[in-house]
RNA sequence: GCGCCUGUAGCUCAGUGGAUAGAGUGUCGGUCUCCGGAACCGAAGGUCGCAGGUUCGAAUCCUGCCAGGCGCGCCA
């Protein structure tokens, strides 16, 4: 539709731009509202109007019949208070539409884009926050890489920050375990840290010096010395890979883990540090109360300063920040040596070393970058933004993305369910933040469990002939689409407060529902085989004959086929849409409503019964053309398509 | 205190300055001698938080107010 559109406005532009200044409008070409108004409506004779000092009714009067000579279009009309209506050729454009087999209609626009996503903290088990996460980014990787980008998808770990210390303290302090103990802990070890986490902070709180063990635990992991920083790696890096293993149950993968631990050990804040002096961005404090740290001065009218490096000398979490950031545009003199870490089927995720190694490819110098990371941390992004400003990288500054989402919180009846202890104050609010430090949260893998549970119940009460094998598939397939539509529904900006039921649902708008309907659509056309002989190849030659005529059609189901097709034409319209305002519930809603044309299609309109040859035909392609779209709309939302559930 | 965000149907939420504000869910009533009922059709349900302003046109932009949330550390 994209390009149809385009075609369009070159064509007005040349038919009216001798007589009307329409170089001053936006020239969109927007939908009706209504199929009976016609198909796409011209609103520019409103802003002519201003210009012109006329009506818009009258402009819209005269111009409209010049537009008749649009190449597609079949009708002209004038509506409402000056709007232009055109009525699209519908044979040409629907005999174009099955005959195109470009991917996509968008075009790439960065050398390499990289995308940091997931993100967890290395100390315990994912929950469903953290899904929240890596759906969007992975959504966001998609739809880059569909529009024809280069995409690197960068998980970054802090394996050396006061949470995995935390994790330490509690299997040197709490347990006690050695290194070894700790290695023959069976799975699920991130579950068992899950608990142990819990059990930290509270122990801190109740024994005296506790907090000088973890600071030293915390100084020894960050220097790469003693039991503490061997604890810290064995427990960071299996904990990495159980991570790993949950985003791989929803299809999500990455190229590279970026270790904190590799950017202290390769000193990459030194470079920055010199870098950011170099340039004056930031200055060392002699008096007042921020006095012997290194800061930078905020841009925004607040004149506050942002402390980089301690008075201790310790580099703060913005300024590695910094650094990080700088090495992922290219612009650090430095670069990590990466090593294989796990294998998934043919693909390796490489991981950050401090150590020389070879043979590996090469990452970083993006182009441009995306941060999936929530909200809260909007300050100190911003800050890391600004850094980049402030060395007079503005480019890439302005091509540094924080894609923000609000958080996924526990509704009071959810927290009942999971049956953990809420203190006096927390009952009483409408929603409660998951904490990881209280134990508050659904775990990843439980959320899942849950879910495979459900579906293959489910599909054993329709399926009770498949084999065992493959209902466990489906079943898998069934909890990813419905956690991945679940989370991508939502604006970002919206809280999700998580309810069981609602995230348990089957029906309605869920991911089961769109991958229902694509089973649907694939079951036509294994009856068409089956019944009549119809293979993939009759398919082509039918798409390839230019022996349609819609005619056939009468003029309710000529009408109802054109609703489907105009609307399963705008994919590349949503994909752009979500990609240019970060919001993928469009794609998500487009898909969705999709399938409830095409269910409503569906019941209405049989295909193997019809005996009217030429209509059948037609409707064979309709629904050709609505599974292509569809295909292409789950893939970027990362829904599986089962082949039956 | 300062900054950011939110307020739309009973509930959960969409809504790109454009035409009669939409989905899902819940409630009520229907649809099958079946291309799969995880579906479909219909009904009821709205002061778009409140008050001004800009505009040919405002749920959408601006101002003020009310209510709620989140940030604002020599934590990460």
Known sequence: MIVFKNNLKKQIHKLLDSEYPLGSTKLEINYTPQMKLGDLALPFPFQLAKIMHRSPR?????????????????????????FINLYINRDKFFQQKLQTTVKSSLTSEENKIIVEHTSINPNKAAHIGHLRNSCLG??????????????????YIDDTGVQVADIVFGFMEIEPKTLEEVKNIPEKFDFYCWDLYTRVADYINHHAGS???KSKILKNIEEGTGVEAKLAQHISQRILKAHLKTMQRLDISYDLQACESSIIRLEFWKLAFQLLKEKKATHFVEEGTNKGCWVMK??????????????????????????????????????????????????????????????SPEFGQGSRVYNIIDIRQSYPQKIVIQGLRSLKFGEQAEKSTHFSYEMVALSPKSLKELDVN?????????????????????????????????????????????????????????????????????????????????ALSFEGETGPYLQYTFVRINSIFRKLEENFGFAQTDLQSLIKSSDIRLEVLPDLE???????????????????????????????????????KFNAYYHKYSILSEKNRDIK??????????RKTLKTALDLIGIPQPERM
């Open 298 to 359: 905020l841009e925004d009218e607040s004149q506050q300063e942002k402390i980089l490096v301690r008075s201790n000398g310790i580099v703060t979490y913005v300024g590695k920040d910094i650094a990080y950031q700088l090495w992922k545009f290219g612009l650090l003199k430095k670069d990590f040596f990466y090593k294989p870490f796990v294998r998934q089927g043919k693909k390796t995720i490489w991981i950050t070393s401090s150590k020389k190694t070879s043979n």
């Open 138 to 155: 992975d959504t966001l990787a998609r739809c880059l890489k569909y529009k024809g980008e280069n995409v690197e998808i960068q998980n």
């Open 211 to 213: 907090k000088e063990k």
């Open 422 to 502: 809420v203190s006096k104050e927390d009952r009483d609010k409408d929603f409660l933040e998951i904490s990881g430090r209280k134990g508050l949260g659904v775990k990843a893998d439980d959320l899942l469990d849950k879910l495979n549970e459900k579906a293959l119940f489910e599909v054993e009460k329709r399926n009770p002939n498949l084999s065992y094998e493959n209902k466990r598939r489906i079943a898998q397939k069934i909890a990813c689409g419905s956690i991945r539509y679940f989370m991508l529904k939502f604006a970002r900006n919206s809280i999700i407060i998580f309810d069981f039921e609602d």
């Open 617 to 626: 035909n037609i409707r064979i392609l309709t629904i050709h053309f609505v």
């Open 558 to 596: 000529y009408s109802d086929f054109w609703e489907i097709i105009l609307y399963a034409s705008k994919l590349d319209e949503e994909v752009q849409h979500s990609l240019n305002s970060l919001e993928f519930l469009h794609l998500a809603k487009y898909t969705f409503e999709l399938c409830q």
């Open 58 to 82: 009258d402009i819209a009067a005269e111009i409209a019949p010049k537009l008749i000579e649009l190449e597609g279009i079949n009708k002209v009309d004038i509506a409402g208070g000056g």
